[in-house]
């Protein structure tokens, strides 16, 4: 599975779109080559992606913080979500976000709209994952960047996809935009833990697992 990922993601990074030029980034912000940047992105496991367009120009830059962690308030982090869903959060649950930014390259929602058959597409993936976790007491949902324009049911008690308002998780866990999406986990200490790039849910509520989460968070 990993390998397909890297082959989706180097297939967004290198081939033409509408021939537009291309110019990569090293964290610095200088310019490199294609060869340069496929090779530090490869071989540095620290490295997540952004992608923008610019004059028309599309710019790749790599980041260091494939991984990056803090501590915040669970208690508003969990408010914060029951008043943008319907939803009741049991207290002693982690909280898995996957976080999706506006003008992300990865998808083909690059308009920034996500209409209710792209929802469902993608729900017929997540929906397994969401009721795994909900299994285990992980609270699952999908959050957008203020900005997308989301065609989702919001009173719909089953509902997960939701937009975040005024960009309240984005601007208060400090979120960096990375090519397809960053993930947050979040237990109810408040440690948080986010990755930046191309994953799945299951796997970041894996880290949620005391010998996982051990090696980020020491007593």
Same mark, same amino acid.
């Given at each position: 599975?990993?390998?397909?990922?890297?082959?989706?993601?180097?297939?967004?990074?290198?081939?033409?779109?509408?021939?537009?030029?291309?110019?990569?980034?090293?964290?610095?912000?200088?310019?490199?080559?294609?060869?340069?940047?496929?090779?530090?992105?490869?071989?540095?496991?620290?490295?997540?992606?952004?992608?923008? /367009?610019? +004059? =028309?120009? #599309?710019?790749?830059?790599?980041?260091?913080?494939? &991984?990056?962690?803090? @501590? %915040?308030?669970?208690?508003?982090?969990?408010?914060?979500?029951?008043?943008?869903?319907?939803?009741?959060?049991?207290?002693?649950w982690s909280?898995?976000?996957?976080?999706?930014?506006?003008?992300?390259?990865?998808?083909?929602?690059?308009?920034?709209?996500?209409?209710?058959?792209?929802?469902?597409?993608?729900?017929? /993936?997540? +929906? =397994?994952? #969401?009721?795994?976790?909900?299994?285990?007491?992980? &609270?699952?949902?999908? @959050? %957008?960047?203020?900005?997308?324009?989301?065609?989702?049911?919001k009173s719909?008690?089953?509902?997960?996809?939701?937009?975040?308002?005024?960009?309240?998780?984005?601007?208060?866990?400090?979120?960096?935009?990375?090519?397809?999406?960053?993930?947050?986990?979040?237990?109810?200490?408040?440690?948080?833990?986010?990755?930046?790039?191309?994953?799945?849910?299951?796997?970041?509520?894996?880290?949620?697992?005391?010998?996982?989460?051990?090696? %980020?968070?020491?007593?």
């Open positions: 599975m990993k390998q397909i990922l890297v082959f989706i993601i180097i297939s967004i990074l290198s081939f033409p779109t509408f021939s537009q030029d291309k110019i990569y980034l090293d964290t610095n912000g200088n310019e490199i080559s294609w060869k340069k940047f496929r090779a530090k992105w490869g071989a540095d496991s620290l490295n997540s992606t952004w992608s923008y /367009f610019k +004059n =028309d120009t #599309q710019y790749f830059q790599l980041s260091k913080n494939l &991984y990056l962690k803090g @501590l %915040f308030d669970y208690s508003q982090i969990r408010n914060q979500l029951e008043v943008i869903t319907p939803h009741k959060i049991p207290l002693n909280i898995v976000i996957e976080y999706r930014y506006k003008d992300d390259l990865c998808t083909n929602n690059r308009d920034n709209i996500w209409d209710s058959t792209e929802i469902t597409d993608r729900k017929m /993936f997540l +929906n =397994d994952i #969401q009721e795994l976790l909900n299994e285990n007491e992980i &609270y699952f949902i999908v @959050l %957008f960047e203020d900005g997308i324009k989301l065609k989702n049911r719909v008690k089953s509902e997960y996809f939701f937009n975040d308002i005024d960009n309240f998780f984005k601007n208060k866990l400090q979120l960096t935009p990375s090519l397809c999406g960053s993930f947050i986990a979040i237990n109810p200490k408040g440690e948080t833990l986010i990755r930046n790039g191309e994953y799945r849910a299951d796997r970041m509520a894996d880290h949620l697992l005391p010998v996982n989460w051990s090696q %980020f968070f020491h007593d």
